[in-house]
């Protein structure tokens, strides 16, 4: 099977299983868990922040992100895409008890001006807007990476109405490697920043939140009210370590085979490519076939091709480390041969 459905299905690696087996642990709900942190200290040196905190998952660090940073009743605003509006199943609304307010950008990114009309002024009427939230990249844009100037001048403005800003960094590094900046430079645009280990990056599970001392002081106890108090979880840290010094590195090659997927797909009648494929992530309109998303991913899925339904009439392919140039190359054809059997 060529698994192209997300690259959260990447497996961990030898290096990883190594790590893991000879793991030193220790209670982290003491904080005596050394390789735990380990990574707390390279997540926070990495992201340019005083302190970070391991979390059972990317929606985790989120929330606990809003928990930390926001009030009952208060009003938190993000892109009508975002996986924090979208995807979370509405725990902004039902742990936080914030109302969330959305606001359509392109490309995953919302202008200033539209920001600016968004922040509510000091009125008795009005909810009080006490967090912004970023996504970079943006997954339902297709994996676009934000320009680090556009995240400058959010967090900007932001800061002059004192208002906080959390980065959705789920896939950051592959904006970093994208945009040929550091993670650190796009996370100095934000207050928290949120990134997934268990993606590209390929760690079995788990994500980190960075931010000020006071603020992880804050997301530590609300994660433990979660019950996201673990115990001897330096196992599940220790992957996580090679994760983010040594799997970020290689991301370049899962944008490159991306575009390799998206040229191919581009030359295909009767399929076309929705998204700017910055990174790893090809959105392909499959709306001219005339039939149902779910009998093409059938026929793919026979072919050993796995994607997923993306809406209606869009179907979404991710790279990943265990896909390979020739797997690319593979999916190109087996495409074209399911066409061709189609059509004559
Ligand atoms: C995957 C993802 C998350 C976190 O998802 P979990 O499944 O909870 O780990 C958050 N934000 C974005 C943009 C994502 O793509």
């Known amino acids: 099977m060529i698994d192209l459905r997300s690259d959260t299905v990447t497996k961990p690696t030898q290096e990883m299983r190594l790590a893991m087996f000879e793991a030193e642990v220790g209670d ?29 998952s990317g929606t985790q660090g989120n929330q606990l992100a809003v928990l930390a940073q926001t009030s009952p009743g208060d009003e938190i605003i993000m892109e009508r895409d975002s996986h924090l509006f979208y995807y979370e199943g509405g725990a902004a609304s039902a742990l936080a008890g ?10 995953g990114a919302f202008s200033l001006d539209s920001l600016k009309r968004a922040i509510r002024s000091d009125d008795i009427h009005f909810p009080d807007t006490s967090l912004i939230c970023l996504e970079n990249t943006h997954n339902r844009a297709g994996g676009r990476a934000i320009p680090y100037q556009q995240m400058r001048s959010v967090y900007e403005t932001a800061s002059s109405f004192e208002v906080k800003v959390h980065l959705d960094g789920a896939r950051l590094f592959n904006a970093a490697a994208a945009l040929g900046c550091s993670a650190e430079d796009l996370a100095s645009c934000s207050d928290t920043v949120s990134l997934c280990l268990s993606k590209g990056l390929g760690a ?3 994500s980190v939140l960075a931010g000020s001392a006071e603020t992880i002081k804050k997301a ?7 019950g996201g108090g673990m115990r001897q979880t330096g196992i599940l840290a220790a992957p996580g370590i090679i994760a983010i010094t040594k799997m970020a590195e290689r991301l370049t090659e899962d944008h490159i085979h991306a575009k390799m997927l ?19 992530i090809v959105l392909v309109d499959v709306s001219a076939l005339n039939q149902t998303n779910g009998h093409i991913l059938e026929a793919l899925k026979k072919e050993g091709i796995l994607a997923v339904a993306f809406g209606e009439d869009v179907i979404r392919f991710t790279t990943h480390y265990d896909v390979s140039e020739s797997d690319i190359q593979q999916t190109l054809q087996k495409i074209n041969n399911i066409l061709k059997i189609q059509r004559a």
């Open 28 to 56: 982290d709900v003491y904080g005596e868990d050394p390789t735990v942190n380990k990574l707390e200290e390279i997540a926070a040196h990495v992201l340019g922040k005083e302190a970070a905190l391991f979390v059972t």
């Open 98 to 107: 914030v109302q969330m307010r959305t606001i359509k950008g392109i490309g």
């Open 204 to 206: 079995p599970a788990g």
């Open 220 to 226: 530590r106890k609300w994660r433990k009210r979660l």
């Open 262 to 280: 998206a040229e191919g797909i581009r030359e295909i009648h009767g399929l076309s490519v929705v998204n700017e494929v910055d990174t790893n």
